[in-house]
């Protein structure tokens, strides 16, 4: 698992500035499935970069953001449906129905 941060690399290092401080280890599969969709993401940011530097014609630029978009809202369907499966899943089961408003503001957020 080169590269993948765990349960004691976090607590090392303190909770993400981005996250709302909790954690979830992802299986190797469901790691290797976002980081790769992530790193298909990131050259394509950085191929409309180059379209932008090399002063590519505004329409073709678009079309390239839209597919961003696209992989983007995949990433999360994916992260989503894994979510509800396991941490929303095992918090209902554990009694901590208070998971069902958090997704909801999640979802809330999503729609935006």
Not at 39 to 63: H, S
Not at 69 to 82: E, G, I, P, R
Request: proline share 1%; glycine share 8%.
């Amino acid at each position: 698992m080169a590269g993948k941060k765990t349960g004691a690399d976090t607590a090392k290092k303190g909770a993400c500035p981005h996250c709302s401080g909790k954690h979830k280890v992802r299986d190797e599969k469901e790691y290797r499935d976002l980081m790769n969709r992530l790193k298909r993401i990131e050259g394509q940011v950085r191929g409309v970069e180059g379209m932008v530097e090399n002063d590519a014609y505004c329409t073709d630029i678009l079309i390239q953001v839209s597919a961003i978009t696209s992989a983007l809202n995949s990433f999360n369907k994916v992260l989503l449906a894994n979510h509800m499966r396991t941490c929303v899943a095992d918090n209902i089961r554990e009694g901590n129905d208070e998971i069902i408003d958090e997704l909801v503001l999640t979802l809330q957020k999503l729609m935006k």
